[in-house]
């Protein structure tokens, strides 16, 4: 994804001052457990407005947050510096107890993600914690650019993790502790939603910015009255048989003790 994009990508979703979902709250609240209480002083990598920062500033941690988003950063809680997480951070060796990177390797291509796990090692005496989106399917939030043709997921992401070894091979060795972090809630059926993405149902959301053009999602015509009426079956089938045969879900959270 091209960074200038995908930069505009989260500054248009800063302007969501939204309250937070029971599921991210469940997620913030079980990462935090994982985190050591000797980890005083971390460093929150992709920190965007620091929804998983407030809760561990607000029990005594100190925390520096980097990110690309000026917007984003508006809303942070603490210190926080603008950085492109991709490219050398302005921190010395062993700067920090231990390091955050949550909801953020999704978003980058593998030689990226690589590069920032590599400068987390660094940074860190005592180690790190990820997360991301447990075995997401990409295909069921992408749409086509009506700009450019191509197609791309509108939160960005581009890596999925199937299981906890994907995010193993991606830090070069086996995690400390592991959890899945799940809500309760099930992801849609994947052939239902590829019928009401064929139908013309496609995943709207503002600030989604095609990473080729640059072009932000236009708001699909309404499709025709037949198809809004399919849609309302298929609808209905997804919440009746979600909770039965749906996607658990989740994240996936890994913690890598260095010492």
């Known amino acids: ?20 979902s029971d599921s991210e709250r469940i ?16 460093l929150d990598v992709g920190c965007g407005d620091g929804r998983v920062a407030k809760v561990l500033i607000d029990r005594g941690h100190e925390v520096i947050g980097i990110d690309w988003s000026v917007g ?16 050398p951070w302005p921190f010395k060796r062993n700067e920090f107890d231990g390091a ?29 914690l990820i997360t991301v989106p447990a075995d997401e399917n990409l295909e069921l939030r992408s749409v086509i ?29 086996k995690s400390t502790v592991r959890k899945r972090i799940l809500t309760g809630r099930r992801r849609g059926i994947v052939l239902l939603t590829r019928w009401q993405r064929w139908l013309g149902f496609l995943p709207y959301e503002k600030g ?4 080729y053009c640059g072009a932000q999602l ?6 025709h009255v ?23 879900g989740g994240w996936f959270a890994c913690r890598y003790d260095l010492e």
């Open 72 to 87: 984003a950063l508006v809303h942070y809680p603490g210190k926080a510096i603008v950085c492109d997480i991709t490219q």
């Open 1 to 20: 994804m091209i960074s200038k994009f995908r930069q505009l990508h989260f500054d248009i979703k800063s302007e969501y001052n939204m309250a937070l």
């Open 226 to 248: 037949v198809k809004r009426l399919l849609n309302k079956v298929l609808a209905a089938l997804q919440i009746a048989l979600s909770p039965l045969f749906g996607h658990p």
């Open 145 to 173: 650019c009506n700009v450019c043709g191509k197609r791309y997921h509108i939160w960005g992401h581009v890596q999925s993790f199937k299981n906890f070894e994907d995010i193993d091979a991606l830090v070069g060795h």
């Open 218 to 223: 236009a708001r699909p015509v309404p499709p």
């Open 208 to 211: 989604a910015v095609c990473p």
């Open 27 to 42: 997620r913030i609240s079980q990462t935090i457990e994982m985190i050591p209480s000797s980890w005083k002083r971390l």
């Open 100 to 128: 955050i990177c949550t909801e953020v390797l999704e978003h980058l291509t593998v030689t990226e993600a690589k590069r920032v796990i590599s400068q987390m090692k660094v940074v860190v005496k005592k180690g790190f």
